[in-house]
């Protein structure tokens, strides 16, 4: 299954919709993902949107598509937003959960919805429950990777996109004298504003700090599913495809 659908809805919110939304599917899964900065999740995310039909809801996209817009068009609470964003550190639940609130539609889509990136902390864990429940919906399943620090950091301090398609590659792939071109198109790669190494710092103290009580809820709520993040993207996809299988009515087998 191609992954043909757009996410209009979800990048620009309000009155949007998507012109190419998912083919209805019959089994529209519902899923957030959870994970620390460079383990994966928006690989996996646009891997598993692929396999299971399912619109890739990233937190961080919407912010990353703001933040292209004119400085004069944003809001002061949005232009906060990129200043935490820059820095590595969380926007505040009160804007994340307003820009939710305004793309609630996507929770409902036909396709089934990834949500990555979002919830964050407890309270953003609580109010999508409450958005959920509004629609008579609740999460099929929570999947949390897990990967060891070192291997981490590393990934995040080698990450380039292209300035052009957004392709997303490691420099231990690159090779000179094309070392800061894409290999897909030729434009310039750059690193990410939050992958530079002081963010990177910041970033994970952040996630270290809101992890183990957003697995704890949902452990709790007995949707949490762990995956180990190690081999290739392809491999850890097959993984977590596998681990969904034995979920059955919103419940890991
Ligand atoms: P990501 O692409 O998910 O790593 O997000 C990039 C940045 O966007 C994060 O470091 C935060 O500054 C901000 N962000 C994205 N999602 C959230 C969220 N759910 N809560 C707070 N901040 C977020």
Redesign the pocket.
């Known amino acids: 299954m191609n992954d043909t659908h757009d996410r209009t809805a979800w990048l620009k919110g309000g009155e949007s919709h998507c012109v190419h939304p998912p083919r209805t599917v019959s089994r529209p899964w519902k899923l957030a993902l959870l994970g620390p900065?460079g383990v994966g999740k928006?690989t996996q995310a646009q891997l598993l949107a692929q396999r299971l039909g399912a619109c890739h809801l990233?937190?961080?996209?919407v912010?990353r598509a703001a933040k292209s817009c004119d400085e004069t068009e944003l809001t002061p609470a949005l232009a906060t937003a990129m200043d935490?964003?820059r820095s590595?550190?969380?926007?505040d639940?009160d804007l994340?959960l307003q820009m939710i609130y305004e793309r609630r539609q996507c929770l409902n889509c036909r396709g089934g919805f990834l949500l990555?990136?979002?919830?964050?902390?407890v309270v953003?864990a609580e109010t999508l429950e409450r958005f959920l429940n509004w629609e008579n919906l609740a999460l099929d399943a929570v999947v949390n990777y897990d990967l060891e620090l070192d291997e981490i950091v590393e990934r995040l301090a080698g990450r380039r996109s292209c300035s052009g398609c957004k392709a997303v590659t490691h420099v231990s792939e690159l090779s000179p004298p094309a070392l800061d071109r894409c290999k897909v198109c030729g434009e310039k790669l750059v690193q990410r504003e939050?992958d530079r190494p002081e963010a990177i710092r910041v970033?994970m103290k952040v996630y270290q700090e809101s992890a183990a009580p957003l697995a704890d809820f949902y452990r709790q709520r007995r949707v949490l599913v762990s995956i180990v993040a190690k081999g290739s993207a392809a491999e850890i996809c097959d993984r977590t495809v596998a681990a969904l299988e034995g979920v059955t009515a919103g419940r890991p087998g």
């Open positions: 900065p928006g990233s937190t961080g996209d912010f935490r964003m590595g550190e969380l926007v639940d994340v990555d990136g979002f919830p964050r902390t953003q939050d970033r």
